[in-house]
């Protein structure tokens, strides 16, 4: 855990920018280095680039619109035609146009969930740890009794009143995810609240408001980041199981989930309907997972000089 203290002195002006500026620049040269020579870390990287790239440039991407039927063509093989590369669904449905549309509803929900559920998790854990007592007990009282209720049912409740939408969809897995960054965020918080930065800044007089933003949560940047990338990968998975019984996105927008659904009567018959988008969502949790590893890692001093002693060790054994 890398530990920042910084001061409640005035910014020194250009100098003290230019500074850091370069510092972010090293920072990032040795990260890129880091990345290309750890292939797991690599390989997950490349996935949420792609997916990225793929939603953002999905109607420049797409060959056709991923709603038209095509009666004439329908349940088409992938690799059969060139207008159909990845062949068709049950209603001649274009399915690689499909699976790139598919990404953005799990890159838009994945990005919305976690910063809303991580900015909410974070700030009670932060408030938990820090100030202790009656709020740490109120706040992991509430954390404990959420955790003990079945996500499903609670999902059930709130889109049986608020209707089956991406709003509803993004509203119950914020819900459902929060617990876990209040958690993490008032372990660590509890343990920096002993470390001397903090308590330097008490003694000379800081307002809580201003060690909690400016001393604890910058030092919370290397767990809350790798939990919001393992976050982002529960919440794909997530909305594709919602989606595929029929409590996520609906018709005719498009979901991996609920190209799942639309499969399932032909997979025997039509086995691309489901394992095109099912290799889908296993490649990129695959990826967010892997490239979460290598972030953990490596904004983690201590895990960073396990693995260099490892791999001075291996090398040394070799030799």
């Given amino acids: 855990m890398t530990v920042r203290v910084e001061t409640d002195a005035p910014l020194a002006g250009p100098s003290l920018f230019r500074r850091r500026l370069a510092d972010a620049r090293a920072g990032l040269r040795s990260g890129a280095v880091e990345l ?16 990225i790239v793929v939603a953002i440039f999905a109607p420049l991407i797409a060959p056709q619109d991923p709603s038209a ?9 992938p690799f059969h035609s060139w207008a ?35 900015s909410l998790g974070t700030t009670f854990g932060l408030l938990a740890g820090y100030f202790g007592g009656k709020v740490d007990s109120f706040v992991m009282r509430v954390v404990d009794t959420q955790i003990a209720f079945p996500g499903l049912l609670m999902a059930l409740l709130i889109i049986a009143v608020i209707g089956p939408s991406l709003r509803s969809l993004v509203i119950v897995l914020s819900i459902d995810g929060w617990m ?33 933003f400016r001393h604890v949560l910058p ?32 018709p005719p927008a498009v979901s991996w989930g609920l190209m799942l659904a639309d499969g399932a009567d032909y997979l025997f ?31 983690d001093p201590h895990a960073r000089d396990k693995r260099f002693a490892s791999g001075t060790q291996v090398a040394g054994a070799v030799t």
């Fill in 180 to 212: 876990v960054y209040a958690r993490v965020t008032r372990g660590v918080t509890a343990s920096l609240r002993q470390e001397p930065f903090v308590e330097a800044a008490e003694l000379i007089g800081c307002r809580s408001r201003r060690v909690i």
């Fill in 269 to 299: 018959s039509a086995w691309w309907i489901v394992s095109l988008p099912g290799i889908g969502i296993a490649l990129v949790v695959l990826g967010i997972n892997l490239f979460a590893s290598w972030l953990r890692v490596t904004s």
């Fill in 219 to 250: 030092n919370l940047t290397s767990p809350v980041l790798t939990l919001g990338v393992l976050e982002f990968a529960r919440v794909i998975l997530a909305e594709a199981a919602l989606s595929f019984l029929g409590l996520g996105i609906q």
């Fill in 36 to 51: 290309l020579h750890d292939r797991a870390g690599l390989f997950g990287f490349l996935v949420i680039v792609i997916l």
């Fill in 69 to 77: 039927q095509d009666l004439l063509n329908r349940l088409e093989p």
């Fill in 84 to 118: 159909h590369p990845l062949g068709t669904d049950a209603i001649g449905r274009d399915m690689l146009s499909r699976l790139i549309y598919g990404s953005r509803i799990s890159l838009e929900v994945g990005a919305f969930v976690v910063a809303i559920a991580g």
